[in-house]
């Protein structure tokens, strides 16, 4: 896969226009907010349509917000009134949004040429007891930083 250096605002249309039309689409994570799970610049995720039916708990999501920007956050939980609350894996505040800023969901990561599935049992494993450590993450976080740089 060719690499594409642009930041996401630039394509993102393009993006939801592919999946919309039925295409699975690779696309290099940037920025910080799924540490350390997914990681800027190197990690690829690959973005598709999505039912109802996949919008469970722990599943990635590429949701629009308000202001036009795409985000990849993770489902937190869904609420009475139908809105879902979304998290990134490198934080701890969750977002609310409508179903219907959802753009796609990831289906497959692939990390150093690895492809690997987002249902597979390892991933959602990991996932389960990751989202059960939200209000340890910045402690598990500072350890984890101070252990990569020692």
């Known amino acids: 896969m060719e690499k594409l250096d642009c930041s996401a605002y630039d394509v993102a249309d393009s993006i939801e226009e592919m999946i919309k039309s039925g295409a699975t689409v690779p696309v290099y994570i940037s920025g910080n907010s799924m540490n350390p799970f997914l990681v800027s610049r190197r990690d690829v995720v690959y973005l598709k349509g999505f039912s109802d039916a996949e919008l469970k708990k722990g599943r990635i999501l590429l949701f629009r917000r308000n202001d036009g ?6 489902l937190n939980g869904s609420l009475s009134d139908g809105k879902l609350q979304v998290v990134g894996d490198g934080q701890v505040q969750c977002e609310t949004i409508d179903k219907a800023q959802v753009v796609a969901v990831v289906s497959d990561i692939e990390r150093k040429g690895k492809k690997r599935s987002a249902d597979s049992f390892r991933w959602k494993t990991v996932s389960f007891f990751w ?3 939200m209000p340890l993450r910045p402690l598990v976080m500072r350890v984890w ?6």
């Open 131 to 133: 989202q059960l450590l």
């Open 69 to 74: 920007r795409l985000v990849l956050h993770r």
């Open 145 to 150: 930083r101070r252990l990569k740089t020692s």
